[in-house]
Each structure stands twice: as structure tokens, then as C-alpha cells.
């Protein structure tokens, strides 16, 4: 079974802050994902990447950071808090990019304050 | 115009009807497409791969037409169990990336 964690499912950061999210993936994929998910707005997709030290702006990168050292992980990083990234994020991994299955992580539901 | 377009519903049907879905994409190249199914609070999970001639796995059937850009998605025989939130998920021809519908709520009732 593929497994994809994230570090937090809950989260309270005040405006301002740095804050750090990763995800783990167990499946040796070369492809994850980051997105939030709002209501009424579904999943936007805010960065991804397809290789180690490999990103690729998504649909709402501003923002937004990632990095991605190693294989398995995949770091999304909020390099000043603001109210309005107040959302539920979503980390993904596939074997194959777009053409193949994503399997998502539980969720880490951030609220700034 | 949103790249993938879903009713969001919520649908109410009854236990044991019968419900569809529809969606539409607008990129042209788009080349995969697939139905995730999302319950409250939790992640997003594939329900089911969309094929060109149109597929079915128990009571679920997908349908594709390229030509009108449409997938669709039929339940039977509805359970209680099958109340979620249901995703259009559409490939972006070109780009390793997923799009994803807001999705279309499902509430089976007894």
C-alpha cells in the first residue's frame, strides 16, 4: 500500500511566522504534489515537483516555497504567514506525473491567526 | 471558464437509485482522466481510471466522450456508504499535473 504522511494534521501559526509542512512518501515516486483545498474552490495545485531538487510552479505559488532534498520528501514552506493561507494542504505522489494515480497524504489543516 | 466544471450538487437520492454525474474539461490535449472520491474530512482517493470506450467497476461506470470534452459517472443501486464528495480529475495535456474539480456532494439517504 502506498503510504504518504504530512508532519501535522492540525496547526495554529500566527501572522507572520514561518511555518513548515512535509510530506513523506514510501513508494519511491518521483512526482508529489502540494495543494490547498477551500471551499467551493476545490484543489489548487501550488507547487510540484517531478525530481529531486525539481519544482514546478503550480496554479497558486505566490506565496509559497518548496523544497524537495531527497526522493521521499517533499516540503512546502509559508515564508510569512497571512491569514488568507488559513486552508487545508494536501500533499500528493504519483509514479507518473499527470498521466497516473496520485495518492494523497491525510492533510495538514493550518489555521493562521 | 474553470478548466474542469462540476455540478456541485448536493445530490439527495434515496437508497438503491440510481444517480449520475457529469463533468467537463476544457483543454483539448488532455489525455487521462479519473473520478476520486473525497469523504468528509478526509483525503482525496481514486474511485476509478476513465478509459476512452467507457468502463465499469461493480455499480460505478465511467463514461468519456473526447469529441463533446464530458466524463461522466453513474451509480447504481446507491448505499448508504457511497455519501461523498466526488472529483472530475482531468490530466493537463502537457504538464505532469492533475486538475481537479470542486466536486459534485452525494447524500444517500435511508
Known amino acids: 500500500d502506498v503510504k504518504v504522511t504530512q508532519s501535522s494534521r492540525y496547526l495554529v501559526k500566527r501572522t507572520g511566522e514561518k511555518v513548515f509542512l512535509e510530506c513523506v512518501q514510501d513508494?519511491?515516486?518521483?512526482?508529489m504534489f502540494w495543494y490547498r483545498q477551500d471551499p467551493g474552490l476545490g484543489l489548487r495545485l501550488i507547487y510540484f515537483?517531478?525530481?529531486?531538487?525539481?519544482?514546478e510552479k503550480g496554479d497558486i505559488p505566490e506565496g509559497y516555497s518548496v523544497s524537495r532534498e531527497k526522493k521521499e520528501r517533499f516540503s512546502l514552506i509559508l515564508e510569512s504567514a497571512s491569514t488568507n493561507q488559513t486552508s487545508m494542504y494536501l500533499c500528493?505522489?504519483?509514479?507518473?506525473?499527470?498521466?497516473?494515480?496520485?495518492?494523497f497524504g491525510p492533510g495538514t489543516r493550518l489555521l493562521v491567526l | 471558464r474553470k478548466e474542469v466544471e462540476q455540478d456541485p450538487g448536493p445530490f439527495n437520492v434515496p437508497e438503491g437509485a440510481t444517480v449520475a454525474f457529469n463533468c467537463t474539461y476544457s483543454?483539448?490535449?488532455?489525455?487521462?482522466f479519473f473520478w476520486y472520491r473525497q469523504d468528509c474530512r478526509k483525503e482525496p482517493k481514486l474511485l476509478m481510471s476513465?478509459?476512452?470506450s467507457g468502463n465499469e467497476d461493480g455499480r460505478f461506470t465511467a463514461q468519456l466522450n473526447r469529441a463533446s470534452q464530458y466524463i461522466s459517472l453513474l451509480i447504481r443501486d446507491s448505499k448508504l456508504s457511497d455519501s461523498a464528495t466526488y472529483l472530475c480529475?482531468?490530466?493537463?495535456?502537457?504538464?505532469?499535473?492533475?486538475?481537479f474539480g470542486s466536486g459534485t456532494r452525494l447524500q444517500v439517504q435511508p
Open positions: 500528493a505522489s504519483s509514479a507518473n506525473g499527470g498521466l497516473e494515480t496520485q495518492y
Open positions: 513508494m519511491d515516486h518521483e512526482n
Open positions: 515537483s517531478y525530481d529531486v531538487k525539481m519544482k
Open positions: 483543454n483539448s490535449a488532455s489525455q487521462s
Open positions: 476513465v478509459y476512452s
Open positions: 480529475v482531468v490530466n493537463q495535456g502537457g504538464r505532469r499535473a492533475l486538475t
